[in-house]
């Protein structure tokens, strides 16, 4: 179901306008879904109420609110208490640039970049929340589910929606199995409910090769994040490792996969 396009019908004009309206979304999205992230791991109404200063509270206005630039010409201080504003902020929403950027470059100017955009933005989202509270809202799960799903029926019928639930079914499945056998011998959870309900959102949109090498990269970049938050012993949130683990794979899963099985 995926579509990779060769960017060199663009011209140059068009190529670099794509770019910088890339960098330009990936910004806004950045700064839009960090703040809704911080409204839900703090139980704040995510519809109502103006960005506030999470120091002073003091209401930010909107020069306080430019993506990346703003923190740039505050030098990372809040205007109002002079509180250092958290580099999570300027670097999330540079990384959510960066992602989009190479989302459109890997997809082309196609209607499954603008799919796998919208999954992006869930994740990055989620792993925001995850990070805070351990836990994984639902509605970040549905969103890139149901997008896939009727990105597959429009590109391939019903068929291809079957296709993506199966591949869904089997890795969400095949952990959720995994993990209750693990759960025996540790005598206690090994893997959250909302981890398992992510791989499954995920499997839709990938092949069962890629499927096992998602697995791969989310064990190492799990270990990874395990290390940074100095978490080795005990529970982490392990929503990150997969997010990045998954757009890990979509970048570069085919062409890994195609070259090891082109060894046998």
């Not at 068009?14 to 911080?38: D, E, H, K, R």
């Not at 200063?53 to 430019?66: F, K, Q, S, V, Y």
Request: net charge positive; glycine share 8%; aromatic share 12%.
């Amino acid at each position: 179901m995926k579509q990779v396009y060769d960017l060199s019908y663009l011209d140059t004009t068009a190529l670099v306008y794509l770019l910088v309206l890339c960098v330009i979304l990936g910004l806004c999205m950045g700064s839009a879904l960090n703040c809704l992230a911080w409204r839900i791991a703090n139980k704040k109404s995510w519809t109502k109420g103006k960005s506030i200063c999470p120091a002073c509270r003091h209401e930010l206005h909107t020069r306080d609110l430019i993506p990346l630039m703003s923190y740039i010409f505050s030098k990372g201080k809040c205007r109002y208490c002079g509180e250092k504003i958290s580099p999570r902020y300027p670097l999330t929403e540079l990384g959510l640039a960066v992602i989009f950027v190479a989302v459109f470059l890997r997809y082309g100017f196609t209607l499954y970049t603008l799919d796998i955009m919208v999954l992006a933005s869930c994740l990055f989202t989620l792993s925001l929340i995850d990070l805070d509270t351990m836990t994984i809202p639902d509605r970040f799960l549905i969103i890139p589910s149901v997008c896939q799903l009727v990105y597959a029926y429009y590109y391939g019928g019903f068929a291809s929606v079957w296709y993506a639930l199966w591949h869904g079914l089997t890795l969400g499945g095949a952990v959720l199995l995994i993990s209750l056998f693990m759960d025996k011998v540790l005598k206690k959870e090994s893997m959250g409910g909302g981890d398992i309900k992510l791989l499954f959102v995920l499997g839709l949109f990938l092949d069962l090769p890629e499927c096992l090498l998602l697995l791969v990269f989310s064990c190492v970049l799990g270990l990874v994040i395990a290390l940074l938050l100095r978490r080795s012993e005990k529970a982490f949130p392990f929503g990150p490792a997969l997010s990045a683990g998954m757009l890990l794979t979509l970048m570069v899963g085919a062409p890994i996969v195609n070259w090891y099985l082109g060894l046998f």
